[in-house]
């Protein structure tokens, strides 16, 4: 990392914070820290603005972003004032998770950008949970004089392993951001949950797992809630991030194996291979020519999902062969987990 981008890494003082705002009321981009994952951040009621970031992550313009705000009022106030009366309650009782790593789907106010849409009549909206993110956004809604959501997708380059510290954000998207914050490692670790409210007799439907489970939901608003296919496919995206079969990939080729299982072949047979297990490291699984690490030594699943993102950054780092990733049980946060291990593993 050189210098220059070194430099554009600043503790969240009051002051950096007060400039991040100034930043975003500009039309530049910044690197935003959140709960989840660190986000690249832009005002998103300004077109130009908003292309930045796809332009900076090299992202399709058919993948929409989701829009963050302070407040769940201000969040509601994106969706169009024409929604019916069964998506606004099931709104209003998911609102419970914010601040937290939850994001809506619904009718989209005519005032929301078709950049952000990527043309569809949805919009994607959430209220982070991480106080320095939250007093940007007030700040900026205060500079502007009126409510400013912010576009804020993972701050990597499209399809790579999210940021999940502000040095990762640096090293990959340095040269494209005015500044970046230093909010600390990230606390969740993985992308938000998505849900889609259709606001219709149908139920509402996970569009990417996350912290927040189905059975979280499902009792919150008193109804079933359909959940994610377990397993990717390449079919058209929905008006949803995080849906293509290929996403949260290293560079290193990726495959998942049974936990406990001897180690798989490398293609070659003769390269450095890393083998990354859950729970606390058993020797007798080290591949050969290779090392075996954990995600959580704790056993931990949330301990895990804090780390999966840096640990797959660092075994990039070092150029192994291949990295093996044992599954994990799909319960729970596990869900989310063996999503972004699938699609990490897609070739």
């Not at 209003?92 to 005519?110: V, Y």
Request: charged content about 20%; hydrophobic content about 40%.
């Amino acid at each position: 990392m050189t210098n220059l981008v070194e430099r554009k890494v600043f503790s969240a003082t009051d002051v950096a914070i007060r400039r991040a705002a100034n930043c975003l009321f500009a039309g530049e981009l910044i690197g935003l820290p959140t709960e989840t994952v660190y986000g690249l951040a832009a005002r998103g009621d300004d077109a130009k603005a908003v292309e930045r970031i796809f332009t900076a992550k090299k992202r399709p313009r058919s993948n929409p972003l989701i829009l963050h705000t302070a407040t769940a009022s201000d969040a509601f106030g994106l969706f169009s004032e024409e929604c019916s009366s069964n998506f606004q309650e099931q709104a209003d009782r998911l609102s419970k998770f914010w601040p937290g790593p939850l994001t809506l789907i619904g009718p989209r106010s005519g005032a929301v950008l078709d950049h952000v849409t990527a043309g569809g009549d949805t919009v994607a909206v959430r209220v982070p949970d991480h106080p320095v993110a939250l007093a940007v956004l007030r700040e900026l809604s205060r500079i502007a004089d009126c409510v400013v959501p912010v576009a804020a997708p993972s701050a990597n380059r499209a399809n790579y392993v999210s940021p999940t510290t502000a040095h990762h954000v640096a090293a990959g998207l340095g040269e494209h951001v005015a500044m970046i914050l230093d909010g600390g490692p990230s606390r969740v670790g993985l992308e938000s949950t998505i849900v889609l409210l259709k606001g219709d007799a149908s139920p509402p439907r996970v569009l990417r797992s996350g912290a927040i489970s189905p059975a979280q939901l499902s009792e919150a608003i008193g109804q079933p809630v359909e959940g994610v296919p377990p397993h990717p496919t390449d079919a058209p995206p929905v008006a949803a991030p995080g849906q293509f079969a290929k996403h949260y990939s290293p560079r290193t080729p990726l495959c998942l194996v049974k936990a406990g299982s001897p180690s798989a072949e490398t293609s070659s047979g003769g390269g450095r291979v890393l083998r990354i297990v859950f729970g606390p490291v058993d020797e007798r699984l080290s591949p050969n020519h290779g090392e075996i690490w954990s995600f959580n030594p704790d056993g931990k699943l949330e301990s895990a999902a804090a780390e999966l993102y840096a640990m797959l950054r660092r075994a990039d780092a070092l150029e192994f062969e291949q990295i093996q990733v044992d599954c994990c049980a799909e319960d729970g946060l596990g869900m989310a987990i063996m999503d972004r291990l699938r699609r990490a593993s897609h070739r």
